[in-house]
């Protein structure tokens, strides 16, 4: 910083500048001398500096960084590079101020640093350089905006290879969430530039700096599958926020970020760890200070460039896309909150029973069955209608305690959740009574709004307690999807062949057969008029008798598992749930049959159905003691 400069920023000539510095200014006002020195001051000037600087080496090499931002390993690795060198450091930060930064630069001149490592504010800052060349002083400039020979973090290389990642796990709807810093401009370019070396179209609405309402609407969409992130806060904040909304990470998206070396505390709850690169900014520290000193010393043995091997710290939150996934099971049906009252024997039209016990639980066949299949170790997704009151909290709640997919599951405001009201008698017999509420509002227009969720689905379980056209609309879209169709029909009479005829495997106990076959006497003759209409298989559930299987390859009795009997409400729903998540494991009919029928002979030994459905080790473990080669 010359005269002219301090005289330029005071305001005065540079014949007053003189006066005052050099204390001959007995004419100049106490207001222009004060502030004149206090410029001084802030600039660090002092007459015939550049004249009369010592050419002696200080041993002192000086740090200017933009931002505390910057303050973080990169540091760490310069200072401990230079002391192991015999140098010590000064640190300045110009806290994202060009006038402050000003400062800093005329501090260091002023100190007769050896060398200096800086990373400018704005591009605008580069003009400051001349203070360093008129002192000849070796200089390093770092950062976006340190100019054509900056020297830079890999944060582009890092961008491309993590985006590189997810292509490798065959995602193609790749999102970028950035945050605004020293990395953006970078990790931005490295994403776009492996987008385009992979032939893949680079769509600026997947491109967020928020976790705004069209990043969600995109995730709930399935727009996307994978989503790259440029700070380690900012993927955890997402993590969190898919958390709350009922996602799985990897399962539903997949998440890499880029992180620091640095230990970043783990500011959400329920966050174990996201699969990260990690930036090595203290080798980088390191790289530029050996850099710097080399140059000063005039060494031969100079390093060129910095150089980080990537690789992926975990693999946490990856994934291949929730399309390529083992085929799931999709659940359409009725949500309740089941009341369970515990009476010696049933009611009857004239008699009035007392009950002293009563149980709350969350209800219906399509939570039982959703619920259920989720215990049997599978991915499994619930589409129906809850109200807006306190219990459509309670069935989100223990959706997601069990690791059901709830984002089929809609508030309906007009409506209140469906309730049940079961009556259990000690030998475990149960009538039911049932207030619909929401569950009479799902209609075909429902099903079709949330038809993506039928994606990958590979057996769709539904329950004629919704609306019957509606149960017609999730047979077709399931079909279109190309899943096959499993149908509880209960809480109804006659059902149209029409609807039928989308059934593939149809499962009445006895008393909804004689519903659906009055003109028919027995069991073989009602399940063969069935498979007239086009299903596929019957399966008549008989209780304490088992269940009988009709279909064209197969005429067969299987016998129930003996155990003891407490409430056989559930009974149905377990049946059903493990059958169809032993057939999606790839197992014959008869075997999916009889496994199923151990399902169900736990779920009688308890009560309460959500209780007593049997979890797959569970179950896998008691068959293997009564049936090695089953499992």
């Known amino acids: ?132 060349n008129n002192m000849s002083i070796p200089l390093l400039t770092i950062g976006p905006n340190g100019g054509d020979h900056s020297h830079l973090l890999p944060y582009e290389e890092a961008a491309y290879r993590i985006t590189q990642e997810l292509i490798n796990r065959k995602h193609t709807n790749i999102a970028c969430v950035l945050k605004e810093g020293r990395r953006t401009t970078a990790f931005l370019n490295g994403y776009k530039r492996c987008l385009f070396d992979n032939h893949m179209k680079l769509d600026q609405d997947f491109i967020f700096y928020d976790l705004n309402e069209s990043l969600i609407y995109k995730v709930n969409t399935r727009s996307i599958s994978g989503i790259i992130s440029s700070h380690y806060r900012k993927a955890m904040e997402f993590y969190q926020l898919m958390n709350t909304l009922n996602y799985r990470i990897p399962e539903d998206i997949s998440l890499i970020s880029l992180k620091n070396d640095t230990m970043e505390s783990l500011a959400f709850p329920n966050i174990s760890e996201i699969s990260t690169y990690t930036i090595l900014n203290a080798d980088f520290g390191s790289y530029l200070c050996s850099k710097l000193i080399a140059e000063i010393e005039k060494r031969k043995d100079e390093v060129h460039s910095f150089v980080q091997e990537f690789h992926l710290d975990n693999e946490t939150t990856v994934s291949i896309p929730f399309s390529l996934e083992a085929p799931k099971i999709t659940v359409v049906g009725s949500i309740n909150i089941d009341t369970y009252l515990n009476v010696p024997q049933l009611p009857h039209s004239g008699k009035t029973v007392s009950t002293s016990t009563s149980s709350t639980y969350p209800g219906g066949k399509g939570i039982n069955q959703s619920i259920g299949a989720a215990k049997l170790g599978h991915r499994v997704t619930l589409i129906g209608n809850v109200g807006s009151d306190i219990d459509s909290d309670y069935i989100y709640k223990a959706l997601d305690e069990y690791g059901v997919e709830s984002f089929g599951v809609k508030r309906y405001n007009q409506a209140k959740t469906g309730k049940a009201y079961i009556f259990v008698e000690s030998s475990g017999q149960s009538m039911i009574s049932i207030l619909a509420e929401a569950n009479n509002t799902l209609t075909p227009e429902d099903i079709q709004k949330r038809k ?180």
């Open 452 to 631: 993506r969720f039928f994606k990958n689905t590979g057996y769709c379980l539904i329950q004629s307690e919704i609306p019957l056209n509606t149960v017609a609309e999730a047979c077709r879209v399931a079909h279109e999807y190309g899943a096959k169709t499993i149908l509880k029909p209960s809480v109804c009479g006659h059902i149209p062949s029409e609807v039928l005829a989308q059934v593939d495997i149809l499962i009445p106990n006895e008393d909804e057969l004689n519903e659906l076959c009055p003109d028919y006497a027995s069991i073989e003759e009602k399940t063969a008029f069935l498979l007239e209409c086009g299903i596929e298989i019957v399966i008549a559930t008989l209780g304490e008798r088992g269940c009988y299987v009709r279909c064209v390859n197969l005429d067969k009795y299987f016998p129930a598992v003996p155990f003891p009997s407490v409430d056989h409400t559930g009974a149905s729903d377990a049946f059903i749930s493990a059958l169809a998540s032993y057939l999606l494991y790839g197992y014959s009919l008869e075997e999916a049959v009889r496994i199923a029928t151990y399902a169900a002979g736990f779920c009688i030994s308890r009560e309460g159905v959500v209780p007593s459905l049997i979890d797959k080790r569970s179950l896998e473990m008691y068959i293997k003691q009564q049936e090695e080669s089953l499992i």
């Open 1 to 132: 910083m010359n005269i002219k400069e301090i005289a330029h920023l005071a305001g005065v000539s540079t014949s007053t500048v003189s006066k005052i510095v050099n204390q001959k200014d007995e004419s100049i006002s106490s207001e222009t001398r004060e502030r004149v020195l206090k410029i001084v001051k802030e600039y660090n000037y002092t007459p015939y500096a550049s004249a009369t600087a010592s050419p002696a080496k200080t041993w002192i090499l000086g740090i200017l960084l933009r931002s505390s931002v910057s303050l973080d390993s990169t540091l760490d690795g310069i200072i401990q590079t230079a002391q192991s060198n015999g140098y010590s450091a000064l640190v300045y930060n110009s806290y994202s101020d060009m006038e402050q930064e000003l400062k800093n630069i005329t501090s260091l001149c002023k100190n007769n640093v050896d060398g200096i490592i800086w990373e400018p504010v704005s591009k605008e800052s580069l003009k400051y350089i001349t203070h360093f």
